[in-house]
């Protein structure tokens, strides 16, 4: 039975690196897209006894999806959403925790598929819904650059890594109607995902 299942494991393995992995155009082709990573928020202002003073940020994760059309042979449509929570060290408050939910909206452009690698660079506008707990923060916003590459290990199905940085206005931080902060909406990401084309 071992047998068995190492020989099926080494069919698969190479079912999967053989020609029908090729790259394809996804030339009117609708896609999903799933991901996870780590995202890297940065710092903002707060403020305490009429005084600003910069907050710290950690790094922490980042998952989402969305979808990808392909409208020609180069140029694709994307939506993504995306969740990261962070903690924010207030000064003189402690630790909250922030969260940014990105809904983004883009453009690719795919270079011509060369064996399995799919390169592309992106570019569009986010809409960022931001969170401090027990504060009030505005939604602003952004724009963002990206740049990836998708490895297609069958004709529907390829593996994707993506690099992106979101720069955005710092949103206001309110407590009892009153502006206490400014909340960096700013933040680089790195994911890794699948991507699935139905067609």
């Not at 999967?16 to 155009?25: F, K, N, P, R, Y």
């Not at 990808?68 to 207030?90: C, H, M, P, S």
Request: one cysteine or more; hydrophobic letters at 40%; charged letters at 20%.
């Amino acid at each position: 039975m071992k047998k068995i299942c190492l020989l099926a494991c080494v069919a698969l393995t190479l079912a999967l690196t053989t020609g029908t992995a090729m790259a394809d155009s996804i030339k009117g082709r609708l896609g999903v897209t799933g991901r996870l990573g780590f995202a890297v928020p940065t710092d903002g202002v707060f403020a305490n006894n009429d005084t600003l003073h910069d907050y710290d940020t950690d790094p922490d994760f980042i998952f989402g999806g969305g979808f990808i059309y392909g409208i020609d042979q180069n140029w694709a449509a994307e939506i993504d959403v995306t969740r990261t929570k962070f903690d924010v060290a207030l000064p003189f408050t402690g630790d909250r925790n922030g969260e940014i939910i990105n809904v983004s909206l883009g453009g690719q452009y795919r270079f011509m598929p060369q064996e399995k690698l799919v390169p592309y660079v992106g570019a569009g506008l986010d809409i960022l819904i931001n969170d401090l707990k027990g504060y009030s923060v505005d939604t602003t916003v952004g724009v963002h650059g990206a740049g990836g590459v998708d490895y297609f290990i069958l004709k529907p199905l390829a593996l994707t890594a993506e690099a992106k940085i979101v720069a955005g206005p710092e949103a206001d931080i309110d407590r009892n109607g009153t502006r206490v902060g400014r909340f960096s909406t700013t933040n680089f990401t790195s994911t890794f995902g699948v991507r699935f084309f139905f067609n």
